[in-house]
């Protein structure tokens, strides 16, 4: 059976204060689920917020991570620094550090691969833009950036990957793809994967919509049969908005 997530992705948002607080109301709130919740956080609050949650069942999370385990790469953190710090995921790919920091599929490839060398989990994100949906090249779109990314891992490795679907014209914009579009994408990536690693890798693969997702409309996307949580932006900044959708 597929595991169910919720993933919090802060962005670069809350001070360290602030991120105590959204957390201990995440705790405070949270009840037994029958999903994983992950909270993905700015860098400089692991420590405080990892020894908050001890005890807890929640994870945390790091949003990106450099392609070289060290070196001199001024300002960059590497995959072994976050395990250090007891991080269990990592988000690779998300559509804001594709379109703002040029990362593309061969340098995620790379990323992938030194993250679970170190054990960590992925998250990998992957969508299209609203000028590549409306030109009709999406599926073709998401499917290579996964073939690009994942497709040189074996079925062994691939348990430790999650796939992240973010339509990034519903980023941000207020915009949320419709229960069928998200349904029709993920069914899209789980044949896609099913071509490469077979039907037992895809149907244990979890995949996450990552487009505007709200207390309104959790529900009725973590209904379809290949929605298997979300990856969730804005509302994750809001405790009670966050447990709505972690209760959906």
């Known amino acids: 059976m597929r595991k169910k997530i919720v993933a919090g992705n802060w962005k670069m ?10 957390c201990n ?7 037994t689920s029958n ?22 069942d929640l994870k945390l999370a790091a949003q990106n991570c450099h392609h070289e385990l060290s070196g001199a790469f001024t300002g960059e953190i590497s995959a072994s620094m976050f ?12 559509s804001e550090r594709r379109a703002y920091n ?39 779109l998401v499917s290579e950036q996964i073939i690009e990314g994942l497709f040189h891992l074996d079925s062994e490795s691939m348990k430790n990957i999650v796939i992240a679907y973010e ?38 693969t979890s995949i996450l919509y990552g487009g505007s997702c709200k207390p309104s409309n959790a529900q ?6 290949d929605v298997d949580g979300g990856l969730i932006g804005g509302a994750s900044l809001d405790a009670e908005d966050f447990i709505s959708i972690i209760n959906a």
């Open 13 to 22: 948002n809350k001070n360290i204060q602030q991120g105590k607080e959204l």
């Open 25 to 31: 109301s995440i705790l405070n709130l949270l009840e």
């Open 35 to 56: 999903k994983e919740v992950i909270l993905a956080v700015p860098f400089t609050h692991f420590t405080v917020l990892a020894e908050l949650i001890k005890g807890s």
């Open 83 to 94: 395990v250090n710090l007891g991080i269990d995921y990592v988000i690779l790919g998300h």
């Open 102 to 140: 040029n990362e593309g599929n061969d340098l995620l490839r790379k990323k992938v691969d030194i993250a679970l060398s170190q054990s960590l989990k992925v998250i990998y994100c992957c969508g299209e833009s609203i000028e590549e949906r409306k030109t009709g090249v999406h599926f073709d």
């Open 167 to 204: 339509p990034v014209w519903a980023i941000g914009t207020g915009e949320t793809a419709t229960s069928a579009q998200a349904q029709e994408m993920h069914s899209h990536i789980r044949k896609t994967i099913v071509n490469q690693f077979g039907a037992e890798v895809a149907q244990s």
């Open 220 to 225: 009725e996307l973590f209904s379809q049969p």
